[in-house]
């Protein structure tokens, strides 16, 4: 690749705890403007040459829906955040790109056999990779499973506070007394007045109780579930009591105001799945993702003893979660990349309760991606996420304009979105159902029936917002300038109706220096790796009830307080440890990772 232009990028840490090397011209005053669309008057702050931009394509010039490579990953040069968030860009347009001779005949790179389907969890917690072949559809599901640090349910209470939740014991629960000692749980029930009440076998009140964790806790607060009727309660060591009514564990389940789920799918690229596979075979060391053309070499002489061949390994190790709705739903289905996927389909008689009764194939619209990849430098990988323009309505966000001068964007309004019914809406961010236990099941939550909510993306651009009124303070409009600025000249530069012009990229997230994520609050930790570049992101298809200014994808992906922080694949990948390796130790093919 042709070396792009150099520019002028900032590093900026959340709640703008530092900007480096931006060179900020002062300005007196903050300007409020309210236009549609990104900024066209944003500060230029990261860009990329028409050149430079027309060479990621196969034919070296940009054509409309053409196929794009993928950035090197090997020869990443990580100098600024305008090289992580173009090799984002980069990603995000072979991802989608038309398949080429040489990856067989799928519609698409994201079908092709460079990349596994991840199966959501069996029964014992592990999953499968499927290699894709021509002609047969992907498969997709509406649950999302998101993890804490370790790697439990995540909770957030009505006061944005997270918290994980221990899986419900097969056996009756334990909790600890007044006197500190262990009492088996018959029933928990409300008392006349209201108050969660724990009865022994007897039917005697348990007083003062206290959870007994069956994990240490490592990263956020971990909390027991105990069934209270049809709801939860959630139960600390400390005896703190938390009801479902005041918010939900994870696993909740999105709708668009056009009635259509939203379908989830993991996959890996080929690099990821031989990388896992040698690793669990003992054949590489395992300590980090690879990020050297020694490890790329290594994982695909593995992948050449199993007769497979990976075109793209200078792509390195890739994950990739994303969301979907039904194109037959959209008035605009030509406006969004598509796929053929089998999803379940539901029996709606009750509008509380939905079960899976079957299955269809049909035309899947991709409005939400995460891309996380290992580069050069950075083994805790990059963490970039794109969301389609017509999702969400954004809340007031800053930016810089070519003068350096602080300006501020309202919020959108509207009704026009496809996951927001009134952008003004007071409540938004309110789920209305959840997954029952990690199954297809949806159940809703009351008072709500099963049904669309109005969603509001609270951090455009993935950067904490700076006072409205404090000119002086910029470095969240520094930030937000950056990906502005580079979305505009993508925009730009794509050709045509290219569909992936419909497509935002709302920022991306690593580490200083790839030092071991903290997941811990910004600038709490000087000795370890704090997130950076936009680093409170969110996609608000994925985190759509998750979003808050004191947590980063690492919050979640790391260990850290009681275990030091740490580059294993399995403290980054929720799924690296649960998934079975392509092959066993025998060379032969794994029975539990074929179809």
Known sequence: MKKSTKVTACIVIAFGLAVWGCGLKHSASTTAINITGLPQDVLKSCTITKDSFN??????????????????????????????????????????????????????ILESPIFYNVSPPNAAGKRTLTAHQPGVPLRMSASLEKDGPDRLPVFKDKTG???????????????????????????????????????????????????????????????????????????????????????????????????????????VN??????????????????????????????????????VTLPDSNALAIELKTSWVEASTLADPQNYFTIKATIPVYNTTSDTLWTPKSEKTVTMALVGIHIVGSVAGHPEMVWATFEHQKNTPNAAYAYLDSTQAKKIVAQDTGTNWLFSKNAADTAANTSHMINVNGSDTIAAIKPFTISPSNTLQLMPWGSAMD???????????????????????IKGFLVGNDVRKNYLFIGATWTSGGAPPTGASYGSDTTHGVAIGTSVLANSTMETY???????????????????PTLNPDTISHVFAKIFPLYTNTGTSSKKSKK
Not at 270 to 293: C, H, R
Not at 467 to 489: D, G, Y
Request: aromatic share 10%.
């Open 161 to 267: 506070k997270l918290f994980e939740v221990e899986i419900p014991q097969k056996t009756a629960a334990l909790i600890v007394n007044s006197d500190g000692k262990p009492v088996q749980v018959s029933v928990v029930k409300k008392s006349p007045a209201g108050a969660v009440q724990f009865l022994d076998k007897t039917g005697k009140e348990i007083p003062r109780p206290k959870a007994i964790l069956k994990h240490q806790v490592s990263g956020l607060p971990i909390v027991q579930r105990f069934a209270l009727g049809k709801q939860f309660v959630l139960l600390g060591a400390d005896g703190t009591e938390i009801q479902t009514e005041a918010g939900q564990a994870t696993g909740d389940v999105l709708m668009a105001q056009n009635k259509s789920l939203v379908y989830y799918l993991t996959l």
């Open 467 to 489: 006072s409205l009124t404090n000119p002086e303070n910029k470095s969240s409009a520094a930030s937000n300038s950056e990906v502005i600025s580079i979305n505009n000249t």
């Open 546 to 564: 998750f979003q808050t200014p004191s947590h980063s994808c690492f919050t979640c992906h790391s260990h850290f307080h009681n275990f030091p």
């Open 55 to 108: 060479y990621w394509f196969g034919s070296h010039k940009a054509t409309e829906n053409g196929f794009v490579t993928p950035a090197n990953s090997v020869t990443f040069p990580h100098n600024n955040n305008c090289d992580f968030y173009q090799w984002s860009e980069r990603m995000f347009l072979w991802i989608t790109s038309p398949n080429v001779p040489g990856h067989d005949t799928a519609q698409s």
């Open 270 to 307: 080929d690099v990821y799945a031989f990388f896992l596979s040698g690793v669990d075979n003992k054949q590489i060391n395992g300590s980090q993702f690879p990020t050297t053309a020694a490890a790329r070499d290594s994982i695909c002489a593995i992948a050449r003893a199993q007769h």
